[in-house]
């Protein structure tokens, strides 16, 4: 039921109830995971279904990301919490031509949460400006995200980029995004694929270890 409610003041762009709701929870004693995934997550996934079906457009859609965002952000500590000792650097962003972040910064969440240095380029991020950040921050691994399917193929740009730089294989490439599959990772030649962010964050401690 209040999970209903915390889905139903996302979808309807309520930023104010959507953070007391989710305080609400958490303070009852439910978990962070399950707060994110039967509450925010389930609201994001309907307000999709109906923004496919021209049912609602970009404007309640943004307003919905808005509410979203501020609901994962009182999350935030308690997603994080269990942080160890450093395990190396990220470089994290959206690709080129592509704004969409909610799932970029959950991932950056979760990767902080199991030790990791994140270093987030935002949005719209060129291959180069990929590759420069990596070698700045001497970066273990790259994180792309693309929710377009228009987008996606920057991600083979980001691969060539760090190919033509030689910083791979020491800096690895991790891809992810809903219109992303492992066989998508193949076929760019990226590193590794994760279908969303704390088996990212997995994935990523598994890559260094194996380094
Ligand atoms: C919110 C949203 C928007 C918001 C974005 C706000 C923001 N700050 O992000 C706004 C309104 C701006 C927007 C705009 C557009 N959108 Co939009 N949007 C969505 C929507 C509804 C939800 C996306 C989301 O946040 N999901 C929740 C998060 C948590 O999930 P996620 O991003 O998939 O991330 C998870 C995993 O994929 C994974 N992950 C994500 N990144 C990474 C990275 C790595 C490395 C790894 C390992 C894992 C990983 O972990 C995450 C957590 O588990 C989707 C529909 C949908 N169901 O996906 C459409 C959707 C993605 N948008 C779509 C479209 C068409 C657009 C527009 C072109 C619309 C337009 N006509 O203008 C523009 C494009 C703007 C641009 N240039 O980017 C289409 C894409 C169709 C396609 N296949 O290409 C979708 C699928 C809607 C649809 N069904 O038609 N959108």
Do not use: W
């Amino acid at each position: 039921m209040s999970m209903e409610a915390i889905s139903e003041a996302l979808q309807k762009g309520k930023a104010k109830d959507v953070k007391a709701l989710v305080q609400e929870q958490i303070d009852n004693g439910v978990s962070a995971k399950e707060v994110l995934e039967g509450g925010l997550m389930a609201g994001m996934d309907i307000v999709g279904r109906k923004f496919k079906a021209n049912e609602v457009y970009v404007p309640e859609v943004l307003i919905a990301a808005r509410a979203m965002s501020a609901g994962i952000e009182i999350l935030r500590p308690l997603l994080i919490r269990d942080a160890v000792d450093p395990k190396g650097t990220v470089v994290i962003g959206t690709v080129k031509g592509d704004l969409h972040d909610i799932g970029k910064n959950l991932v950056k969440m979760m990767m902080e949460g199991k030790g990791f240095n994140v270093i987030d380029l935002g949005t719209d991020v060129a291959p180069e400006k990929f590759v420069a950040a990596a070698q700045e921050h001497k970066a273990n691994i790259i994180c792309c995200s693309a929710l377009l399917t228009t987008t996606m193929t920057e991600m083979k740009n980001v691969v060539a980029a760090a190919d033509a730089a030689g910083i791979r294989p020491g800096v690895k490439i991790m891809i992810g995004g809903a219109p992303i599959t492992e066989e998508y990772c193949k076929s760019v030649g990226a590193d590794a694929y994760s279908p969303d962010a704390a088996s990212a964050a997995e994935k990523a401690v598994e890559l260094i270890e194996a380094a």
